[in-house]
């Protein structure tokens, strides 16, 4: 038996895979009135809608990139996206920000996190929401915690955007969080513009780092959570 098809076999269901863990997971079809996301289960990878990414610009949602589900400390060195404590206990009590990595792991409240670093995601570093369509939907409004898990010297101003289109060049800035220098949540609403209500097109929300770290030594940790 020639082994060499099976090899080809493996080896393309590999790349496929790795295709897949590196892709958009989906994208999210509004229906009802609300919709939230708390990312408690991302032990099993990110909610179907969400993607991480690098190489973001302000014309550009950038490229999807690898999503560690595993348990990740808030202090960890190495640039990546994770899955972090959030900033708040399993009983819904705030964390004081110097748990240790076993307590972080205890948590069962969790947000997918960047570590950033001088050759990872600063700047270009994103969130990724896409909605599918808003067809019968107007005055879309939403909410969602920015999460400061680890502070360092070198930090990074978010920008908070959307964009409509399949394959949008253009977006829409809505505000932005600034670097608060200590640990904790940072709660923010924001209203969509008209060109997002009733679309036939994809919806796209970001939470992006569109200019690079300021200041010197080592990047800062940071999340996103309770998506509403």
């Known amino acids: 038996m020639n082994p060499k098809p099976i090899r080809q076999l493996v080896l393309m269901m590999l790349a496929l895979a790795f295709i897949s863990a590196l892709s958009a997971s989906g994208q999210v079809t509004l229906s009802g009135t609300n919709y939230t996301q708390n990312f408690n289960a991302i032990s099993n990878g990110l909610p179907l809608g969400w993607s991480v990414r690098t190489n973001a610009t302000a014309t550009s949602l950038g490229t999807a990139a690898p999503f560690n589900a595993t348990n990740v400390s808030w202090g960890t060195a190495t640039g990546q996206f994770a899955n972090g404590a959030g900033t708040t206990n399993n009983s819904s009590v705030a964390a004081a920000g110097n748990e240790s990595s076993t307590q972080q792991s205890a948590f069962t409240n969790r947000c997918p996190c ?69 640990f904790g949540t940072t709660n923010r609403s924001f209203a969509l513009g008209t060109d997002a209500d009733n679309q036939t097109n994809n919806v796209w929300i970001r939470v992006v780092a569109l200019s690079a770290a300021i200041g010197g030594g080592s990047r800062e940790t940071f999340g996103i959570d309770n998506f509403d």
């Open 114 to 182: 960047i570590r950033q670093t001088a050759s990872f995601g600063d700047p270009g570093a994103a969130f990724v929401f896409q909605i599918a369509n808003t067809i019968g939907f107007n005055n879309l409004t939403f909410s969602l915690d920015l999460n400061l898990l680890h502070t360092n010297n070198n930090s990074t101003k978010w920008t908070i955007d959307y964009a409509v289109g399949n394959v949008p060049v253009v977006f829409t800035p809505l505000g932005t969080n600034s670097d608060p220098g200590v």
